[in-house]
């Protein structure tokens, strides 16, 4: 079992009907993204702390994609347009998680 730390307790206080909506408006976002963007993300690694600012972190170090996020305006070369991408896919397994989560929840007595 690894070490994870889950810090979406906004998704726990959604109902149902809340999360079903949540999860089609990301899958949305997620087609969208993917249909702008020059880079496919078809992985994202969350890391052991699972929160948003903690996927921009990862995402902005590198760590999450391989490819080194950094943009100051230095050129096509070091900047990484699959952030928002990353960022949505990241969202997509919180939003799985805790959909898991709940039928679990339910399944257990």
């Known amino acids: 079992m690894r070490l994870q730390i889950n810090l979406r307790g906004d998704l726990a ?24 963007a020059r880079i496919r993300v078809w992985a994202s690694w969350r890391g052991p702390i699972k929160h948003p600012w903690a996927y921009r972190f990862l995402s902005f170090a590198g760590l999450s994609t391989g490819v080194f996020s950094f943009s100051l305006g230095a050129g096509p070369f070091l900047h990484y347009d699959g952030m928002g991408t990353h960022l949505i896919v990241c969202e997509i397994k919180d939003l799985h998680d805790e959909v898991q989560r709940r039928i679990n929840a339910r399944r257990s007595p």
């Open 13 to 36: 206080k959604l109902n149902d009907e809340e999360l079903a909506r949540r999860v089609e408006e990301t899958w949305h976002a997620y087609e969208v993204s993917t249909a702008k």
